[in-house]
């Protein structure tokens, strides 16, 4: 290359476009580890579904991740016990959802109970008892409640918060940061109850994205050589 040909080149097109390749490049491998992270995500939460209800003490004797087992749990007067109320919807309806607070395994938990849909007026006696409830239950983190959602109001809730539920139910000390969601009824006789845990929803567009910034990648290395050439002939 003579000394009029590099004054002529083109370098800071070719510098910038060599930072942007470098990122577009960057970002679709880190999707691409995202994917393989996602997959193997999905693959543990399946797998922990999978296995049979064991009790919550052997579960955390395990160690381990937990989340999305099932367990048993003995809650003292669950049945009766005070709740919250937590705004949803469920397969298209809206309702409530009550949540409890649980001593199990030395550890307070929040335990959510089930579903009541909006058109159901009654509601569950609250009394203090030392009867045990017997339920089986899964292990889940839920996301925290999102900068719009509305702030509670008493012992109605809009977001799953567990530490102001635990407040708001008089717990003294610590609360679990994971959630018991009962897939037994801690209150068999009232049919209105509906327990549940929300179903596993793992987005998985990695693959997708990762195409994307490749393609992208591919795009501007192509218009690059193109531009280059043109400016070669010109």
Same mark, same amino acid.
């Given at each position: 290359?003579?000394?009029?040909?590099?004054?002529?080149?083109?370098?800071?097109?070719?510098?910038?476009?060599?930072?942007?390749?470098?990122?577009?490049?960057?970002?679709?491998?880190?999707?691409?580890?995202?994917?393989?992270?996602?997959?193997?995500?999905?693959?543990?939460?399946?797998?922990?579904?999978?296995?049979?209800?064991?009790?919550?003490?052997?579960?955390?004797?395990?160690?381990?991740?937990?989340?999305?087992?099932?367990?048993?749990?003995?809650?003292?007067?669950?049945?009766?016990?005070?709740?919250?109320?937590?705004?949803?919807?469920?397969?298209?309806?809206?309702?409530?959802?009550?949540?409890?607070?649980?001593?199990?395994?030395?550890?307070?938990?929040?335990?959510?109970?089930?579903?009541?849909?909006?058109?159901?007026? @009654? $509601?569950?006696?609250? !009394?203090?008892?030392?009867?045990?409830? =017997?339920?089986? &239950?899964?292990?889940?983190? +839920? %996301? *925290?409640?999102?900068?719009?959602?509305?702030?509670?109001?008493?012992?109605?809730?809009?977001?799953?918060?567990?530490?102001?539920?635990?407040?708001?139910?008089?717990?003294?000390?610590?609360?679990? @940061? $994971?959630?018991?969601? !009962?897939?037994?009824?801690?209150?068999? =006789?009232?049919? &209105?109850?509906?327990?549940? +845990? %929300? *179903?596993?929803?793992?987005?998985?567009?990695?693959?997708?994205?990762?195409?994307?910034?490749?393609?992208?990648?591919?795009?501007?290395?192509?218009?690059?050589?193109?531009?280059?050439?043109?400016?070669?002939?010109?």
């Amino acid at each position: 290359m003579t000394s009029s040909e590099r004054a002529r080149f083109p370098w800071v097109l070719t510098i910038v476009s060599a930072l942007a390749l470098a990122v577009l490049t960057g970002l679709g491998v880190w999707q691409v580890r995202r994917l393989a992270w996602k997959e193997g995500l999905i693959a543990a939460a399946e797998a922990a579904a999978a296995k049979p209800a064991v009790p919550l003490t052997q579960v955390l004797a395990e160690g381990g991740d937990q989340e999305f087992r099932k367990v048993v749990v003995e809650c003292p007067g669950l049945e009766t016990a005070p709740y919250v109320e937590l705004r949803t919807i469920q397969d298209g309806e809206p309702g409530l959802r009550l949540v409890s607070a649980c001593r199990a395994a030395e550890r307070t938990w929040l335990v959510d109970r089930g579903f009541v849909p909006e058109t159901i007026s @009654a $509601r569950l006696p609250q !009394a203090p008892s030392e009867t045990v409830t =017997r339920i089986i &239950a899964e292990i889940r983190t +839920a %996301p *925290p409640p999102g900068p719009m959602t509305p702030p509670a109001e008493g012992r109605m809730f809009y977001g799953r918060d567990n530490d102001a539920m635990a407040r708001a139910l008089g717990v003294q000390g610590s609360v679990e @940061a $994971r959630t018991l969601y !009962a897939l037994t009824s801690s209150n068999p =006789r009232w049919l &209105a109850l509906k327990p549940s +845990a %929300p *179903p596993v929803a793992f987005a998985n567009n990695h693959l997708g994205y990762a195409l994307t910034w490749f393609g992208l990648a591919g795009a501007l290395a192509a218009v690059y050589v193109a531009l280059l050439r043109r400016r070669r002939k010109s």
